[in-house]
């Protein structure tokens, strides 16, 4: 899987502080390395789609695992940038170098074997085509 | 007219008021800036309803229950089906005992000491609420207040004050002070000449003098006078040696920090100013009043897995989650109030519209782990009670026990309280690995965290089963395409809940949206 360039800004923040309107928390949360497509999976996917990519709530949050709908990259691409029903889209807190990186990962992972890499062209060139 | 025959403000409200109802008068009133609080003007007048009218309400949070209450006041025949064997919802609260199981099937275990508790979800109500408190009223729902705003809680931040917690009437004092001198010496050195006249211009100056605390010569200097709002290096006492010394301001460089400017904006937004409050004894006391009203017509343990509709009414399926049987409710008009992040389990006979606006609407993941410890360490040695902590680590956010302060023994504290990619990281870990986390990073606040520390539990919104999420999280966008057609009575079924309100979040939200709901069911059952 290719690495990212670290010249790519590696560094998130929280979501742009805006006026709290939900019962959410205040402060905000600093800026987090995420190298490499296994830690994105592990500090950000994992929350919802599990350490083993199973998923949750019989389907709702569907397995990642095995999943056939990966063999496009440019399926999962598009919902990582612009989300699908309750996931959020990432599009904001991820960088086109990281999105590549995490659906590299997950296709590679998991039971899943699609060894073709995406690249940060792919993402933008889909990103592109979505809006 | 001249000043001296001017109505005053009441005088001329109380003759709107006798010209032209109520009506005319809130409008009045909120012409001249008062009463823009809610749109909650009393419980909804549902009168000449039809006999035999009924209603099926999915989920017994607050929007189904408060719409099933009402709904029942007015005369129809109500079901309520909720998937848990509970009422209230994200409404709830963890004790002792108490279990919770993730999405994945690992099963925490609550180990709190008797009395102490989390509020997993909702645990705070604006005093413009006014919804919520009428019914907590209505009900006998104990109130105590909620210390929103404590100038004694810490800010921290791992690039500011060499990685120091500060108090937040440090930062908030120094962040004035810093910014008063710095607007001063931009005046005096005639940067704002063509912006403000000379009369101004002293107005300004003489403002930012007594706000920013500045000293003889304008600048922002550590001094007694400053002191006597950041706090002392040696606080006033009494008798020989009674006289304060001062403490000594932070640089503007560190004050820079937006982890300063985050919290005291926090503390400006509409929803999160004081005066606040939460039921005595967890916030489920809500949830439970409710549920003394309209108990009798909730089926628990019912997971809804079909609604019909055509033009004489509602068919709703569920399976009994408990013997898994099949059983079906029929009713005139339903109000559904299942989550949008799982409603993708229901197949829903609605229009197109709303469908679309069902999947519309990402929801976040906010992550909270309730800490009990051995004792008050933060009243005792600390002289926190009750308020928060900010951090810029995943943690985000402490909040200390509102309540039974001064008292020994164990206490909860809210250790973690997480949104965005802080959420995500907690709740990809496993329980210990949250607890073990929350107690690292709590120790930059507290250093007697891990000889106080006793059990803890965590609870992570995306992994909540029931919910998958934990609040809306409209965008102006979405809100642009969907949000008319999703809170829209379509046919004879109309959703309810936070997600269908503008007080995403807030249990406001639900009662305004459940009140909403039947309010559109009333009259279009009227008209037909």
């Known amino acids: 899987m290719r690495a990212i360039a670290p010249a790519a800004a590696l560094l998130l923040a929280g979501l742009a502080a805006g006026p709290a309107l939900a019962d959410s928390p205040g402060g905000r949360t600093a800026k987090l390395a995420l190298p490499d497509g296994a830690q994105v999976y592990k500090q950000i996917c994992a929350a919802c789609h599990m350490a083993n990519a199973t998923g949750s709530g019989g389907g709702t949050v569907p397995a990642l695992a095995r999943n056939k709908k990966l063999a496009n990259a440019d399926y999962p691409i598009k919902v990582v940038m612009k989300g699908q029903g309750a996931m959020p889209w990432f599009s904001e807190l991820l960088t086109p170098a990281q999105v590549a990186a995490v659906v590299g990962y997950i296709r590679t992972n998991f039971g899943n074997a699609y060894p073709q890499p995406v690249t940060e062209a792919d993402v933008k060139r889909v990103a592109g085509k979505a809006k | ?528």
């Open chain 2, 1 to 528: 007219m001249t000043d001296g025959m001017a109505p005053t403000r009441r005088q001329l409200l109380s003759a709107i008021g006798k010209a032209g109802g109520a009506a005319a008068l809130y409008q009045a009133m909120t012409a001249l800036g008062h009463a823009a609080e809610t749109q909650f003007d009393g419980p909804p007048k549902l009168t000449g309803t039809k006999a035999g009218a009924s209603v099926v309400v999915l989920g017994a949070g607050l929007a189904g229950m408060v719409a099933a209450y009402e709904l029942e006041k007015a005369g129809y025949s109500v079901r309520i089906l909720e998937f848990q064997d509970r009422p209230g919802g994200r409404n709830y609260t963890l004790r002792g005992g108490d279990t919770f199981t993730e999405s994945d099937g690992t099963v925490q275990k609550v180990g709190f000491a008797p009395g102490n508790y989390l509020n997993p979800g909702p645990w705070r109500i604006p005093h413009h609420h006014k919804s919520l408190l009428y019914y907590c009223r209505q009900f006998g729902v104990a109130l105590e207040p909620f210390i929103q705003m404590n100038h004694n809680g810490f800010i921290h931040s791992s690039e500011a004050f060499g990685g120091k917690p500060m108090r937040y009437k440090e930062v908030a004092t120094d962040f004035k002070g810093h910014t008063s001198d710095l607007l001063a010496k931009a005046i005096n050195g005639k940067a704002l000449d063509d912006r403000l006249t000379a009369e101004d211009q002293q107005k300004l100056l003489e403002a930012l003098r007594h706000w920013g605390v500045l000293d003889d010569n304008m600048a922002y200097t550590s001094s007694i006078r400053v002191s006597a709002q950041r706090g002392y290096d040696r606080a006033p006492g009494g008798g020989l040696e009674g006289a304060p010394t001062p403490s000594q301001i932070a640089r503007l460089q560190d004050v820079l920090d937006p982890q300063v400017w985050t919290a005291m904006s926090f503390y400006f937004s509409y929803v999160m100013q004081t005066t606040m409050f939460q039921p005595t004894g967890g916030m489920d006391m809500i949830g439970k009043a409710f549920a003394k009203q309209v108990g009798k017509s909730i089926t628990y343990n019912a997971k809804v897995v079909k609604v019909a509709q055509n033009g004489k009414g509602v068919t709703v399926s569920y399976k009994d989650i408990t013997s898994g049987k099949m059983a079906e409710v029929k009713a005139d008009w339903c109000v559904c109030t299942i989550p949008l992040s799982i409603i993708s389990q229901v197949d829903m006979q609605v229009s197109p519209a709303l469908k679309a606006a069902m999947k519309a609407v990402p929801y976040s993941g906010h992550v909270k782990i309730g800490l009990e410890f051995k004792r008050r360490f933060w009243e005792e040695d600390d002289n926190i009670y009750g308020g928060h902590s900010f951090t810029d680590q995943p943690i985000t956010q402490l909040s200390y026990p509102n309540d039974r302060f001064f008292t020994p023994g164990p206490a909860v504290l809210l250790g973690a309280f997480a949104r965005d990619l802080a959420g995500f990281q907690l709740a990809g870990m496993t329980p210990q690995e949250r607890i073990e986390a929350a107690l690292t990073q709590g120790a930059v606040f507290h250093p007697q965290y891990r000889a106080e520390y006793l059990n803890g539990v965590s609870v992570p919104w995306s992994r909540v089963p029931w919910i998958l999420g934990c609040v809306s999280s409209w965008n102006e966008e979405n809100r642009q395409a969907h949000y008319k057609n999703l809170v829209t009575l379509d046919g004879r079924v109309v959703l309810a809940g936070e997600h269908a309100s503008y007080y995403g979040g807030w249990m406001e939200g639900s009662l305004l949206s459940g009140i909403d709901a039947i309010s559109q069911i009333h009259a279009r059952a009227q008209a037909a």
